[in-house]
């Protein structure tokens, strides 16, 4: 039947900051196997794989191999990127009071929810549109590194009202610090290594 499964460790992404949770399978060392159909995450360092035994039983201390999709990790890590490019893209052309207000990172699509005081002109959007691409054709490396929040706040690493950070963050920056597209966020998600 259905069931709610914790691993530790875990390879699943949990939901979070807008991006969906993993989907993929776990088998027990005796046969068991679990469709695992989506993954949340209630608290900090805690993932719920929720799915479903469709084959044998399962049972709590059972030794597992656990994977995601692969093929679907890299749609939702690619989508990810792309909202922090947009997010680069809108602060640029339309000015920093620009804020996130909310996103869907899926394997499918994104959707980016932002603040700002008017619709968009064709112009605006064709100019968004094209620094956004530009950022891709840049194809800058993305890096990650894990800092103290006020040291993170210092390089200029860009924290979303609302959220809630502990006392060390995931800092992603894309292209360097002297490259005209570069952005940095504080972001646990998961990203591509390049722009491109």
Known sequence: GKVEVVLNPTPFYGEAGGQIGDRGVIVTDSGAKIQITACQKPVDK?????????????????QVW?????EVRKEIRAHHSATHLLHASLSKVLGDHVKQAGSLVQEQRLRFDYSH???LTDEKIRAIEVDSNQRVLAASEIQTEVLPFDEAK??????????KYGDQ????????????????????????????
């Open 46 to 62: 805690f993932t719920v794989c929720i799915g479903e035994v469709v084959e044998g039983a399962v049972n709590t201390g059972d």
């Open 66 to 70: 656990a994977g995601y999709k692969p």
């Open 117 to 119: 005081f008017e619709s």
């Open 154 to 163: 210092e390089k200029g690493a860009i924290a979303l009202f609302g959220e």
């Open 169 to 196: 963050v995931r800092v992603l920056s894309m292209g360097n610090e002297n490259d005209k597209y570069f952005s940095t966020e504080l972001c646990g998600g998961t990203h591509v290594k390049n722009t491109s």
